[in-house]
């Protein structure tokens, strides 16, 4: 999952928080970035957006619990652990906007010279 991990670390950050909001367009952004490697990731790829589907990306954003989409993961076909991994991957690429230079201001403050 780390390809696919990285990949929607990269997506999030450059198109924003909100990108899990449309399943479709975060597929095709997926399999844009990874090209040649979407292939062999497609069980991967399935299961971040399943997860976004889920609305995993929604209640990460709100703080809210997630053993709801966890348990629709499951239901939906994913093995426990693939669940896991998904929600982990959404974790860490919503995580990372936190910690990243996407977050530092790029004005300047106000200059306190009188």
């Known amino acids: 999952m780390n390809e696919v991990g990285d990949a929607l670390v990269a997506i999030v950050r450059d198109f924003g928080r909100l990108v899990g909001d449309d399943p479709d367009r ?3 952004l997926l ?3 990874m090209a040649g490697h979407a292939r062999g990731a497609r069980a991967h790829i ?3 957006v ?4 889920a609305g995993v990306p ?3 954003r ?3 619990d997630l053993s709801v989409p966890r348990a629709e993961l499951i239901r939906d076909g994913l093995s426990p652990e ?3 991994q998904a929600i982990a991957a959404w974790e860490l690429a919503l995580g990372s906007l936190q910690t990243g230079p996407a ?3 790029t004005v300047p403050a106000p200059s306190r010279h009188g």
Not at 50 to 53: E, G, Q, V, Y
Request: no cysteine.
């Open 58 to 60: 929604v209640v990460l």
């Open 62 to 64: 709100s703080g809210g």
């Open 31 to 33: 399999a844009d970035l």
């Open 103 to 105: 977050l530092e201001p």
């Open 50 to 53: 399943l997860a976004a589907s």
């Open 82 to 84: 693939s669940a896991a």
């Open 46 to 48: 399935d299961a971040v």
């Open 26 to 28: 975060l597929r095709g």
